[in-house]
């Protein structure tokens, strides 16, 4: 068996043709879908970058592998899921991101240091923006556009200072993942060796900028585009992470503040934000036609995911922080393999990106590592089990995550049955305002009206709460093993 996993980062449930978009042009990953499985009810365990990616590589918790924040390294014992299939064997490789350690030059190194990871085959590439605070010479991206004659130049538009014209979709930083990809599963089949490959593209994340001919197909509709899921006066009774990131992205005001962008900023944004989810699907289209060129396809399970999702003006933000509404932190999840996996099933089963892990090393037939802390679904998707039953409840959480929200600091977990949506806020002795949101994601899927000192609904936040304290209390490291009875 070879894995071929795609993870997209801030990428919503919502953006993609099978999952109900009729927007977006998305046909290699619906073909993907109707080849394979897609999930419905998958949740990340963190909504920003580092904690969720910590999370779904380790198949452990963000609290206990370690990157709890944007900005911290992962602990050098922890075993990533490259580093098993490695040991067993696998040839193993990524292009793009791995962000699992402070990525920003102010650290002073050159790049992002790694662990024993695995990767045999690594180009790494944290974001493409030579301006934006990591203009690394590792970069392996940056290294590409020089060696070609290249500059990074992606200017703003005219008509909106939010959105940026992207580099030609040659040069594009996903485009060149894929150049990647499609050379290190070409050596892998001439060698003869099983293999693994992580895809870390840095879009649909800001800065919102697709090439201008995938923005183009859109421009003709701006108007019908719908505006944000945003009402007044919601934000009124929710945390004040939200008030402040209401006034400025990441508590820095003015930074896509949502009330100084008009309705033609919020739809542009949006259409480019699609747009770049288009390039995306265009280029997965190359992956699928050299499998199946090559006579791979069957011989490969293929996992389509992201990281995370985005506000994108949702509740009256823009990008990410600490707060859990389903744009933020639920999911794409497909996962395809032709002739193991049967085809053109949607589960409704709740599932987390902690179970990514034991769930492909049940497929290649690994044992599963004692720290995992995920569950693995492969019998679901084999249908040796329940298509709709794997979970009870998924669990997120958000710890100081991001460097901006410093006053208060913010401390937040989430946990949903799948109807209902509880967040506690943790604050620190002494601390007023909101500690709490209440969400029934069935009769209000919207999310515009926290429930939480609802009396009515006191005796599913009491629930709701205890399954907290239970989620919590199993993120215990399991490590070390115990050796003996006492």
């Given at each position: 068996?070879?894995?071929l996993?795609i993870?997209?980062?801030?990428?919503?449930?919502?953006?993609?043709?099978c999952?109900g978009n009729?927007?977006?042009?998305t046909?290699?990953?619906?073909?993907l879908a109707s080849?394979g499985v897609?999930?419905?009810?998958?949740?990340?365990?963190?909504?920003?970058?580092?904690p969720?990616?910590?999370s779904f590589l380790?198949g452990r918790?963000?609290?206990?592998c370690?990157p709890r924040?944007?900005g911290?390294?992962?602990?050098a014992?922890?075993?990533?899921l490259p580093r098993?299939?490695?040991d067993?064997?696998?040839?193993?490789g990524?292009?793009g991101?791995?962000?699992?350690?402070?990525?920003?030059?102010?650290t002073?190194?050159l790049m992002?240091?790694r662990?024993?990871?695995?990767?045999?085959?690594?180009?790494?590439?944290?974001h493409p923006?030579?301006?934006h605070?990591?203009n690394?010479p590792?970069?392996?991206?940056?290294q590409?556009l020089m060696q070609?004659g290249?500059?990074?130049?992606?200017?703003?538009?005219?008509d909106?200072?939010y959105?940026q014209t992207g580099?030609?979709?040659e040069w594009?930083q996903?485009?060149w993942?894929?150049?990647?990809?499609i050379?290190?599963?070409e050596?892998?089949?001439?060698?003869?060796?099983?293999w693994?490959?992580?895809?870390?593209?840095?879009?649909?994340?800001?800065?919102f900028?697709?090439?201008?001919?995938y923005?183009?197909r859109?421009l003709?509709r701006l108007?019908?585009?719908?505006?944000?899921n945003?009402e007044?006066?919601?934000l009124n009774?929710k945390?004040?992470?939200?008030?402040?990131?209401h006034?400025?992205?990441?508590?820095t005001?003015?930074?896509?503040?949502y009330?100084?962008?008009?309705e033609?900023?919020?739809?542009?944004?949006?259409?480019?934000?699609?747009?770049?989810v288009?390039?995306?699907?265009?280029?997965v289209?190359r992956?699928?036609d050299?499998?199946?060129e090559?006579g791979?396809?069957k011989d490969?399970?293929i996992l389509f995911?992201s990281d995370?999702?985005?506000?994108l003006g949702?509740?009256g933000?823009?990008?990410?922080?600490p707060?859990f509404?389903?744009?933020n932190?639920?999911v794409p999840?497909?996962?395809?393999w032709p002739?193991k996996i049967?085809?053109?099933?949607r589960?409704r089963a709740?599932?987390?990106l902690?179970d990514l892990a034991?769930t492909l090393?049940e497929?290649?037939?690994?044992?599963p590592?004692?720290?995992?802390?995920g569950?693995?679904?492969w019998?679901l998707?084999?249908?040796?089990?329940?298509l709709?039953?794997?979970?009870?409840s998924?669990?997120?959480e958000?710890?100081?995550?991001n460097i901006n929200?410093r006053?208060?600091l913010?401390?937040?977990?989430?946990?949903?049955d799948g109807?209902y949506?509880?967040?506690?806020?943790h604050?620190q002795?002494g601390?007023?305002?909101?500690?709490g949101?209440l969400y029934?994601l069935?009769?209000q899927?919207?999310?515009r009206?926290n429930?939480?000192?609802d009396?009515k609904l006191?005796?599913?936040?009491?629930?709701?709460?205890e399954?907290?304290?239970?989620r919590?209390?199993?993120?215990c490291?399991?490590?070390?093993?115990?050796k003996?009875?006492?």
């Amino acid at each position: 068996m070879n894995i071929l996993w795609i993870c997209t980062d801030q990428q919503r449930f919502d953006t993609l043709g099978c999952t109900g978009n009729e927007w977006v042009h998305t046909p290699n990953l619906d073909r993907l879908a109707s080849e394979g499985v897609l999930f419905e009810n998958a949740y990340a365990q963190s909504p920003v970058c580092a904690p969720s990616r910590g999370s779904f590589l380790t198949g452990r918790y963000p609290r206990t592998c370690g990157p709890r924040q944007n900005g911290q390294d992962i602990d050098a014992k922890e075993r990533l899921l490259p580093r098993i299939l490695a040991d067993n064997g696998y040839y193993c490789g990524l292009a793009g991101k791995l962000h699992l350690s402070a990525c920003h030059d102010n650290t002073g190194r050159l790049m992002e240091p790694r662990i024993d990871d695995g990767y045999h085959f690594f180009q790494w590439s944290h974001h493409p923006q030579p301006h934006h605070g990591t203009n690394w010479p590792a970069n392996a991206y940056n290294q590409f556009l020089m060696q070609n004659g290249r500059d990074y130049l992606t200017p703003d538009r005219e008509d909106c200072p939010y959105v940026q014209t992207g580099v030609e979709e040659e040069w594009h930083q996903t485009a060149w993942c894929v150049n990647e990809a499609i050379h290190f599963m070409e050596s892998a089949r001439i060698f003869g060796k099983e293999w693994m490959f992580s895809l870390n593209c840095f879009d649909p994340h800001h800065p919102f900028d697709p090439p201008a001919e995938y923005l183009e197909r859109y421009l003709n509709r701006l108007d019908e585009i719908p505006l944000p899921n945003y009402e007044e006066g919601e934000l009124n009774n929710k945390p004040v992470f939200q008030q402040k990131d209401h006034e400025g992205a990441y508590d820095t005001k003015d930074y896509y503040a949502y009330e100084k962008m008009s309705e033609k900023d919020h739809r542009l944004i949006r259409a480019a934000y699609w747009a770049m989810v288009d390039l995306i699907d265009h280029q997965v289209g190359r992956l699928l036609d050299y499998l199946e060129e090559t006579g791979q396809r069957k011989d490969t399970l293929i996992l389509f995911h992201s990281d995370h999702g985005e506000n994108l003006g949702d509740h009256g933000m823009y990008l990410k922080g600490p707060y859990f509404y389903e744009n933020n932190v639920h999911v794409p999840l497909i996962i395809s393999w032709p002739g193991k996996i049967p085809e053109g099933r949607r589960s409704r089963a709740l599932v987390e990106l902690t179970d990514l892990a034991p769930t492909l090393c049940e497929a290649a037939g690994i044992a599963p590592y004692e720290g995992f802390q995920g569950k693995s679904f492969w019998k679901l998707l084999t249908g040796e089990a329940e298509l709709h039953l794997h979970r009870s409840s998924v669990y997120s959480e958000y710890y100081n995550s991001n460097i901006n929200h410093r006053n208060p600091l913010a401390f937040a977990t989430m946990v949903s049955d799948g109807r209902y949506k509880l967040v506690k806020v943790h604050k620190q002795e002494g601390e007023e305002g909101c500690c709490g949101e209440l969400y029934d994601l069935e009769e209000q899927p919207l999310e515009r009206v926290n429930h939480y000192e609802d009396p009515k609904l006191l005796n599913i936040r009491i629930r709701l709460l205890e399954t907290m304290c239970d989620r919590m209390a199993q993120t215990c490291d399991p490590l070390p093993v115990r050796k003996s009875c006492w």
